[in-house]
T-cell receptor
Framework: GNSVTQMEGPVTLSEEAFLTINCTYT??????LFWYVQYPGEGLQLLLKATKADDKGSNKGFEATYRKETTSFHLEKGSVQVSDSAVYFC???????????FGTGTSLTVIP | EPEVTQTPSHQVTQMGQEVILRCVPISNHLYFYWYRQILGQKVEFLVS????????KSEIFDDQFSVERPDGSNFTLKIRSTKLEDSAMYFC???????????FGPGTRLTVT
């Protein structure tokens, strides 16, 4: 079947630290991969996406590379800020227009 | 920037009551979705809707649930007779025909007592 596994949280980092949130997937087809972010009290916002193998999605200093050989889409940021504190969700879609499959979400807190 | 809106932000209802959750998708989007997230669990797909009909639904979306696009702007989720286990955050999403990504609303927290 289709599923996404994310690293367990919560994650607490100091400002300017390096962030990695692991995401691996299983898919019956050839998926598109996404990272969504949810700030406190807000909805899910698309952070970045990649639609084919070796694509790198990037936005706001965050990056993730679609690795078909390891079925992974790890989220990274070189230097986190307090404003990055949020919950991060990895997701996949196997067929355009059909449902998204989400991971459990990883809560990130960045302290000054 | 256009966004998906949802009302109410929080709904409290008694078991057995009907609730309607409302969503206004982004205006030029044609694909609409409902998801839910029970506290501490994954975001789960409920249903997708296109061209005025359901295109896909999950096992969760049983006869107690229904969706409707009553006019050109609203997209609603109705739960006919709520159960305690329906307590969750419900997210609406929409998608433009040319894109892969779905755009989500802020969610409605449903509490069934």
């Amino acid at each position: 079947g289709n599923s996404v596994t994310q690293m367990e949280g919560p994650v607490t980092l100091s400002e300017e630290a390096f962030l990695t949130i692991n995401c691996t997937y299983t898919a019956t087809g050839y998926p598109s991969l996404f990272w969504y972010v949810q700030y406190p009290g807000e909805g899910l916002q698309l952070l970045l996406k990649a639609t084919k193998a070796d694509d790198k999605g990037s936005n706001k200093g965050f990056e993730a590379t679609y690795r078909k050989e390891t079925t992974s889409f790890h989220l990274e940021k070189g230097s986190v800020q307090v404003s990055d504190s949020a919950v991060y969700f990895c997701a996949l879609s196997v067929t355009t227009g059909n449902q998204f499959y989400f991971g459990t979400g990883t809560s990130l807190t960045v302290i000054p | 920037e256009p966004e998906v809106t949802q009302t109410p932000s929080h709904q409290v209802t008694q078991m057995g009551q009907e609730v309607i959750l409302r969503c206004v998708p982004i205006s030029n989007h044609l694909y609409f979705y409902w998801y839910r997230q029970i506290l501490g669990q994954k975001v789960e797909f409920l249903v997708s809707f296109y061209n005025n009909e359901i295109s896909e639904k999950s096992e969760i979306f049983d006869d107690q649930f229904s969706v409707e696009r009553p006019d050109g702007s609203n997209f609603t989720l109705k739960i006919r007779s709520t159960k305690l286990e329906d307590s969750a955050m419900y997210f609406c999403a929409s998608r433009h025909p040319s894109g892969y990504e779905q755009y989500f609303g802020p969610g409605t927290r449903l509490t069934v007592t």
